[in-house]
């Protein structure tokens, strides 16, 4: 490659052509000899964006986690390249056997081997392995082989021995922890196995124990960063569809949502709360969790705006999360203007703030903005575990609903446990969600329970 197109620290020189004139990019071209040019396709150091490119440095695992389209599969049959081919096409490479292990034979096959982006594709014509299908494996112009395995028999790889594996989705086998285990007792050949890991991110404690691991590396992109090669109606579709909520998060944005043992609240269950149009509400306060210092490193003061039906027997009643209008790092008077804001936005007949940080404070700041706001101090004399239970129950039985965009209120939501916050810092905009449910919904049918209805 000339020169004038190395660039110290820049991983992608596509991303470098891109970005320059057309008399540099004419200038490249035509410094290009033809053997370059006709390898240049295949150069995928030149073409891959960073999270495509295994990390530097002494690592057991690499874990190419991203949301779907992110090019993931690509960066994994480019490394498989990378282990196996050597400087010519017949020259041995790093490594000689290598497992290719998916869910099923199917996947491994239609995915990692014959899929568009599979290895098939990305390899030039005088160094493309073939596939043997009694076999079930590929075989190198050198020597070098790949045999597949799949999830659904974590066996089959006792007795197999490897120097290197491509895991693709291994977030969704039912078998994952078996096969993973199995997988490690495989890795044994040469002076140095690795596995590359090509994973959407669900909640799963072979995932989690992985990334957690010190012989683990990571790299990261949304769906978003490979956009250039992905269906521009796909990507209107699933933004509409899932921008702003926990599946979007975790399918598009490619983040691990990890929820703890004995959480009040699941992704699952916050995914069946979203609603797309919204009734007639019959009441609509904001719930406010005030913080007690100001400035960038304090707590947020949690403000969140909820509306419900309530007409007919108790349980008929539903609640309608609107907002998450919190605040973080403002004055006592920045939060009680952005609390009162929201009432106004939503028309909200009423504003429930805890004092038992504040006191009579809380009051006088809110009032210092509108003298006339109409406004509930509330006390709480249980924790915020036995407060947010009751709520927590509400949504169980499917009487509370969700907007869009409420993912970092959600994200808190499902950090809740019956043990406590397993965040850093305060779960404040869940305390002001559950001051505001309260208020709506648990209070007023404890007052107006007639019998025969059952509690909540």
């Keep these: 490659m000339p020169s004038i197109w190395t660039k110290p620290g820049l991983r992608s020189g596509a991303s470098w052509i891109a970005c320059a004139g057309a008399d540099l990019q004419k200038q490249f071209l035509d410094d290009l000899d033809e053997g370059e040019l006709l390898a240049l396709p ?208 975790q399918e598009l944005e490619g983040v691990l949502l990890a929820e703890p043992e004995g959480a009040l609240w699941t992704t699952a269950m916050l995914e069946t709360a979203q609603v797309a149009r919204l009734p007639e509400l019959d009441r609509i306060v904001v719930g406010l969790d005030p913080a007690t210092t100001s400035g960038s490193a304090s707590d947020e003061c949690g403000i969140v705006v909820v509306g419900a039906q309530t007409r007919g027997p108790v349980q008929d009643w539903r609640a309608y999360v609107l907002a998450d209008a919190t605040v973080q790092g403002a004055t006592p008077t920045g939060w009680a203007r952005a609390a009162i804001t929201a009432m106004e936005r939503f028309g909200a007949d009423r504003l429930v703030a805890e004092v038992n940080q504040g006191g009579q404070m809380v009051g006088e700041v809110l009032r210092g903005v509108d003298p006339l706001v109409p406004l509930k101090s509330v006390h709480a004399s249980r924790g915020k575990v036995a407060r947010a239970e009751p709520v927590a129950a509400l949504y169980e039985q499917g009487r509370v609903r969700h907007v869009r965009g409420l993912d970092r209120l959600e994200d808190q939501m499902c950090r809740m446990t019956a043990q406590g916050f397993e965040g850093g810092g305060s779960p404040d905009r869940v305390d002001a969600l559950v001051w505001a449910l309260h208020e709506l919904m648990i209070e007023p049918a404890a007052k107006w329970r007639s019998p025969g209805v059952r509690s909540l």
């Excluded at 964006?49 to 992110?70: C, F, I, N, S």
Aim: with cysteine; charged share 25%; net charge neutral.
């Design 42 to 249: 295949f150069l995928f150091e030149f073409w891959a964006m960073d999270h495509q490119l295994p990390p530097e440095g002494a690592w057991r695992t690499w874990v190419v986690m991203g949301g779907r389209g992110a090019g993931k599969t690509r960066a994994g049959a480019e490394w498989v390249r990378s282990m196996v081919e050597g400087p010519m096409p017949l020259d041995p490479g790093q490594c000689r056997r290598v497992a290719l292990v998916g869910e099923t034979i199917e996947q491994v096959r239609e995915v990692m081997i014959f899929g568009d982006s599979g290895i098939l594709a990305c390899s030039p014509e005088d160094r493309r392995p073939v596939w043997e299908a009694g076999r079930k494996r590929l075989v190198w112009p050198n020597g070098a082989e790949a045999c597949v395995h799949t999830a659904h028999d974590p066996e089959g790889l006792r007795g197999p021995q490897f120097d290197a594996a491509w895991v693709d989705e291994l977030a969704k086998w039912k078998k994952a922890q078996a096969t993973w285990d199995q997988l490690q007792f495989a890795l044994r050949l040469g002076e140095d196995p690795r596995v590359c890991v090509t994973t959407t991110p669900r909640n799963v404690g072979v995932l989690k124990a992985l990334l957690a691991s010190p012989s683990t590396v990571t790299t990261h992109a949304p769906t978003q960063a490979n956009a250039a090669h992905l269906a521009q109606s796909f990507l209107d579709e699933v933004m509409a569809r899932y921008a702003g909520t926990r599946m979007g998060r």
